[in-house]
């Protein structure tokens, strides 16, 4: 493999020195930038963008054209395993995914298979091949998956929900059911992750988009034991270095403390939370990432610097901090108030570094 130029985001991750703290961005490719809008019109349609390696490829590096970020993550969904599975995924316009075959009862479980990387999913390990390829080591590769809790939901609801009322109904009336669910989604998101190292990610990520609606007791039981189940099962060294894994439950600042004992290098944070405290709560088992809020960009350059330098000053000294939004960037952002927030923490954040290399 090509030697990797820029480490700064994996050496972040393992809370080693670094010169300047580390910045990539959530959704860094999407629909705030004119390029990914023209490629997504080429590819006809969300997954078929997903299912072209080339054009997956053409938008995960967008981003690192205009921006001098440390890291790409691979372009595609999380909802590519549920579909894998069988349940006919469809993307809507204003109505956002759907499924044709939901998951409700125990016989539907039983029929979900375990998709293969290399098979169902090979679509997106070619992605990831050739994303490796073409980056020629100028930064490191990101992969994802969604959390089995994200998943189960989408599953058991069909389609995108504010409550997730089926979902939460077959958790309470059936635990059981939902825990066998669960169960099938961790050896599908385990072989999943694995098959993206395998193929060159150099760390993954797990987005739980949905654990923070849970309370404290079955947060624990149904959201961070699967994923701590998970990360116990993932390749953790490739290319004669440690890949790191990143848990991100968007509202989960209350569990930190638990989630730094999961398995994983590091914790994303959404802007609810403190990212001081949180440095204080989970003291020196994780890095953390984040946790800018994103509406920040819709104001002005100098109050999106002001912003970033709030962030910084709120982690502190040393490394350990990947700079990141709280959550995914918006559609209507302007792109070059990202240029504003590159470019104050590429001034600002040294000074947090000095005298730690």
Request: with cysteine; net charge negative.
């Amino acid at each position: 493999m090509t030697e990797l130029k820029n480490d700064r985001f994996l050496r972040a991750l393992m809370r080693q020195p670094v010169d300047r703290t580390p910045l990539w961005i959530m959704r860094q490719a999407g629909r705030y930038l004119p390029e990914y809008r023209a490629t997504r019109a080429k590819a006809g349609s969300f997954m078929q963008l997903c299912q072209n390696a080339e054009l997956a490829c053409e938008v995960t590096l967008q981003p690192l054209a205009r921006f001098d970020l440390d890291a790409a993550i691979l372009f595609s969904d999380i909802l590519t395993v549920p579909d894998a599975m069988g349940l006919g995924l469809g993307f809507y316009e204003g109505e956002g995914p759907r499924f044709s075959n939901p998951v409700r009862t125990a016989a539907d479980i039983d029929r979900l298979p375990i998709p293969d990387p290399e098979g169902e999913l090979k679509y997106v390990m070619n992605a990831v091949r050739t994303i490796r390829h073409e980056l020629h080591g100028r930064v490191p590769l990101i992969g994802f998956s969604g959390s089995p809790w994200t998943l189960a939901a989408y599953m058991v609801e069909g389609e995108g929900s504010r409550e997730f009322s089926k979902a939460k109904a077959m958790m309470f009336d059936r635990p059981d059911l939902m825990e066998r669910l669960l169960d099938k989604l961790i050896d599908s998101v385990a072989a999943y992750l694995n098959g993206q190292i395998a193929a060159g990610a150099q760390a993954v990520m797990i987005f739980d988009t949905w654990g923070g609606m849970l309370s404290p007791r079955d947060y624990l039981r149904f959201s961070l034991e699967p994923m701590q189940k998970i990360i116990a099962k993932l390749t953790r060294e490739a290319d004669g270095r440690r890949v790191p894994v990143v848990v991100f439950t968007k509202g989960g600042g209350q569990w930190l403390e638990s989630m730094a004992d999961c398995g994983a290098d590091a914790l994303g944070i959404d802007w609810t939370t403190d990212l001081g405290s949180a440095r204080q709560r989970v003291g020196h088992k994780v890095a953390l990432q984040g946790n800018m809020d994103p509406n920040v960009l819709y104001a002005s350059t100098e109050r999106i610097r002001e912003e970033v330098a709030s962030v910084l000053a709120a982690y502190g000294h040393g490394s350990g901090h990947v700079f990141n939004l709280g959550h995914g960037i918006h559609p209507g952002i302007n792109p070059e108030h990202v240029s504003a927030l590159v470019n104050a923490l590429h001034e600002l954040s040294p000074a947090y570094h000095a005298n730690t290399n």
